[in-house]
């Protein structure tokens, strides 16, 4: 499954909040830091893992395993600025959490904003099916 968005940042903006323990931690996790290629995710919901990185090219590409899945996050520059961001995962049961990531995503950097409701009684995922 794969699913688009646009951000007004440039790519070198969004590869570092997907790739950074800050970035992550600013939209995604509650804590997220990196070691020796594996990231330590604490979820909102206290769900946690240690995610390997399976590919890392700056401005570009960026793959993690994530919870038994893969997630790829694909970047391009606009043609007039910014990012077209794609972000691909192999698990189709994933459309809920991880359109409410992209759209995090797109609000932490483009607008500075926290969209998580920071309640561990709630998931992330905005939107049900």
């Avoid at 919901?45 to 997630?71: M, W």
């Avoid at 694909?74 to 192999?90: H, K, N, V, W, Y």
């Avoid at 409701?117 to 998931?123: A, C, E, K, M």
């Amino acid at each position: 499954m794969e699913w688009r968005v646009f951000c007004a940042s440039g790519p070198s903006d969004v590869y570092r909040a997907v790739s950074t323990s800050l970035g992550r931690e600013r939209f995604w996790a509650g804590s997220a830091p990196e070691s020796d290629g594996v990231i330590s995710f604490v979820l909102a919901d206290g769900r946690a893992a240690k995610c390997s990185i399976e590919q890392a090219v700056p401005g570009e590409r960026y793959q993690l395993g994530y919870f038994g899945r893969t997630l790829t996050f694909t970047l391009t520059a606009g043609e007039a600025g910014g990012t077209d961001l794609t972000l691909s995962s192999d698990e189709p049961a994933d459309c809920a959490e991880v359109v409410s990531l992209l759209l995090r995503l797109k609000a932490s950097v483009d607008f500075g904003v926290d969209l998580r409701n920071h309640d561990t009684t709630r998931t992330t995922a905005y939107a049900d099916s």
